[in-house]
């Protein structure tokens, strides 16, 4: 439909079945393990590390441009301005929220 209307994405296709929201210090060996698991699957994931663009732009496409939102939290994940942003632009846009915590990192969530 993109194509067709003239509309250029950032990230090309524009849609994709998930976007994966994480904090790179904390939980990127996790969300590359569930980016992976999800591809497998036969499903589309925005993750940020395997995006030729990775601007705030480029980040909001791929949130509202997604079916599902998954959140990664960490211990740090509620105080980084990105994550929050992109928990905003989903709650926004009306995508579903998936929260998803390591259960080795689940007592440090909150604390």
């Known amino acids: 439909a993109a194509a067709a209307s003239g509309v250029k994405h950032l990230n090309p296709p524009g849609h994709w079945d998930y ?3 994480h ?3 904390e939980t990127a ?3 590359e393990s569930l980016r ?3 591809v497998d699957a036969g499903k589309t994931v925005w993750f940020d590390v395997k995006m030729p663009k990775r601007s705030e732009a ?3 496409e791929g949130v509202r441009g997604s079916d599902r939102f998954i959140a ?6 509620f ?3 990105f994550c929050l942003k992109e928990l905003r632009w989903a ?3 009306g995508r579903p929220i998936v929260p998803c915590v390591d259960r080795d990192e689940k007592k440090q969530i909150g604390a």
């Not at 990664?72 to 994940?77: G, H, M, N, Q």
């Open 19 to 21: 976007f994966l929201s």
């Open 23 to 25: 904090t790179q210090g």
């Open 29 to 31: 060996a996790l969300a």
């Open 36 to 38: 992976s698991a999800l």
């Open 58 to 60: 480029a980040m909001e």
């Open 72 to 77: 990664l939290a960490s211990p740090t994940y």
């Open 79 to 81: 105080e980084r301005p």
């Open 91 to 93: 709650k926004d846009a």
